[in-house]
């Protein structure tokens, strides 16, 4: 698997699992509206089994997380996109999502993902609404 590590304005984004701050990742996840309550352990078990993002500030602070389920051949599914709520409404989102979909891993595969609030951000990179059937938890 490929590193990538992007760089601008002071920001970071890279997929090394070494540097992600599980603290903030949990905190951040189980209290997002599609997540709520999920413990440390799936967290921890989620991270281990997929492609994962963290975003950084210049500091080194994590300020953002995402992850993808990847067969990285045919498809993606990006999961747990979050931007910490001190830094929202920068575009920090959308350099996520453009590191996230430009991964070489992951460029050539079909993305999915689910969102009920963010339909705008990712049509700019040319997501569509499409039939998708689920099976819940059981």
């Given at each position: 698997m490929m590193q990538l590590k992007w760089e601008k304005e002071g920001y970071i984004v890279s997929d090394?699992?070494?540097?992600?701050?599980?603290?903030k990742i949990e905190a951040w996840i189980s209290g997002a509206y599609w997540a709520a309550g999920r413990s440390r352990e799936i967290i921890e078990k989620s991270i281990q089994h997929s492609l994962c993002f963290g975003m950084?500030?210049?500091?080194?602070?994590?300020?953002?997380?995402?992850?993808?389920?990847?067969d990285q051949a045919v498809f993606s599914w990006i999961m747990d996109v979050i931007i910490d709520q001190e830094f929202r409404g920068k575009g920090l989102g959308k350099k996520l999502v453009e590191c996230i979909i430009s991964h070489p891993d992951i460029v050539h595969t079909k993305m999915g993902l689910a969102t009920k609030d963010a339909h705008g951000?990712?049509?700019?990179?040319d997501f569509e609404m499409d039939e998708c059937m689920r099976r819940p938890l059981l």
């Open positions: 090394d699992k070494t540097l992600l701050q599980m603290g950084y500030d210049k500091d080194g602070r994590q300020i953002g997380f995402a992850r993808v389920i990847t951000l990712y049509r700019q990179f």
